[in-house]
């Protein structure tokens, strides 16, 4: 069931009318991420501490499809090779969502990880995004930021487990060792713990269901949970770790993976923190 249900477009990863500049992407893994990498920028990358990240990059962020993210990349001539244009502001998540549209456009099966990598920060574990697509035998994770060209101590294209933990893999490690909780998190907004990985599940369990969120949306039980572990309910505990139990078993590889997590409700509004404050976001999910 995963090879129709990943290889189709979701809401968000729809390119509508952009779909033939998509498909000049490519669609070998290296070139994708490539391409994607000529014309974005994230605002923590390399390229941003050389050159900065501008106010009007800042709000490209809030570009959540596929087609709203080429549409305003065509508006500033990029695949043109305008070069005193700014390149268009993105997220782990943004570089993810292009990827896995440009492998569902040629009926390849992708989804988005959501979970914390070990190579960004040193001795931390920061939240990130990743392309899983999968090759006709296995799913591969495609990290599109670090397959561009830069160089990386792993192999971007297939990035080892024991280097990306996915939300539940972080969940369940921390359940293990309570004290490296403050490990996992977003690091330069200081940010971090058991209570943000919560979080994480949900927004995991959402892009299985190819709802594909924003790194700082809020949804369900994690919308309102309290930051200090302690104070949290057992029921509360208890919905947690069904999540995450529920996640590993979509992420197995078996054929029937989107059915552990298709009866889980999604949400049609998320709390949204783009800019630090809370927002109402209404969401698509038709």
């Known amino acids: 069931m995963h090879k129709t249900f990943y290889a189709s477009q979701s809401i968000y990863s729809e390119p509508g009318q952009h779909r033939e500049i998509l498909m000049q992407g490519g669609g070998e893994p290296g070139a994708i ?9 994230h605002p923590r990358g390399a390229e941003s501490k ?3 990240f501008t106010p009007e990059q800042a709000a490209d962020l809030g570009l959540r499809s596929v087609n709203e993210i080429l549409a305003v990349t065509v508006k500033r001539n990029l695949f043109e090779g305008d070069a005193t244009q700014a390149k268009i502001g993105g997220l782990c ?3 993810a969502i292009l ?3 440009g492998f569902r456009a040629r009926g390849i099966p992708a989804r988005l990880r959501v979970g914390f990598a070990d190579y960004i920060v040193p001795d931390f574990w920061e939240d990130h995004w990743l392309c899983e697509w999968h090759d006709g035998r296995q799913w ?3 990290d599109v930021e670090f397959a561009s060209g830069g160089e990386a101590a792993f192999n971007a294209l297939d990035v080892p487990h024991e280097r990306f933990l996915t939300a539940s893999e972080a969940w369940f490690r921390i359940k293990d060792e309570p004290g490296i909780a403050p ?3 977003v690091s330069s907004l200081n940010l971090g713990g058991e209570w943000f990985v919560a979080g994480s599940l949900f927004r995991e369990i959402a892009a299985l269901r190819k709802l594909e969120l924003k790194p700082w949306d809020y949804w369900g039980l994690s919308e309102n949970l309290s930051r200090a572990p302690t104070e949290w309910p057992q029921h ?6 069904q999540l995450a139990s529920r996640l590993e078993s979509a992420g197995a590889g078996g054929e029937s993976e989107p059915e552990a997590v ?10 949204s923190f783009p800019q630090g404050e809370p927002v109402a976001v209404m969401l698509r999910n038709s």
């Open 93 to 95: 998540r943004d570089f």
């Open 140 to 142: 591969k994770r495609l």
């Open 183 to 185: 490990r996992f998190g």
């Open 50 to 52: 050389e050159r900065g």
């Open 236 to 241: 509360t505990r208890i919905t947690l770790d």
């Open 33 to 41: 991420a490539r391409w994607i990498s000529s014309f974005m920028q």
């Open 262 to 271: 298709a009866d889980w409700p999604l949400p049609k509004q998320v709390i």
């Open 99 to 101: 990827a896995a549209s």
